[in-house]
């Protein structure tokens, strides 16, 4: 059925000629719909865990860079202290000379 004025269908004549039914649907036709819903939902929640992981992993990353930074310092002294402590060793250890208590080789 057209209206007068225009001569454009009614849309329950479309629905009618394409054999939909506006007032009913039926449930088996949404099942494959739901589906869909429900993967795109999964597929979206498995995205936003990776991007919030991506975002983690990237703080941990500066926080441990921080960390390297503001401690290597420490690391470097604590070494050289083993060093300073070996050589402080090695110069008592050495056998002094007879007559003014030089060291040989050492120069004092």
Sequence with gaps: M?????DIPED?????EHGL??????????APLDAVIAE???WKDRAMRAIAEAENTKKRAETSNND???YAIQSFARDLLGVADN??????AAPKDAEGGARPGLGS
Aim: hydrophobic residues 40%; without cysteine.
């Design 12 to 16: 329950a004549d479309l629905n009618a």
């Design 87 to 92: 050589l402080e060793r090695a110069i008592q």
């Design 21 to 30: 039914d506006a007032h009913a649907a039926d449930p088996d036709d949404l």
């Design 2 to 6: 057209t209206t007068p004025e225009n």
């Design 68 to 70: 390297a930074r503001a």
């Design 40 to 42: 795109r939902d999964q």
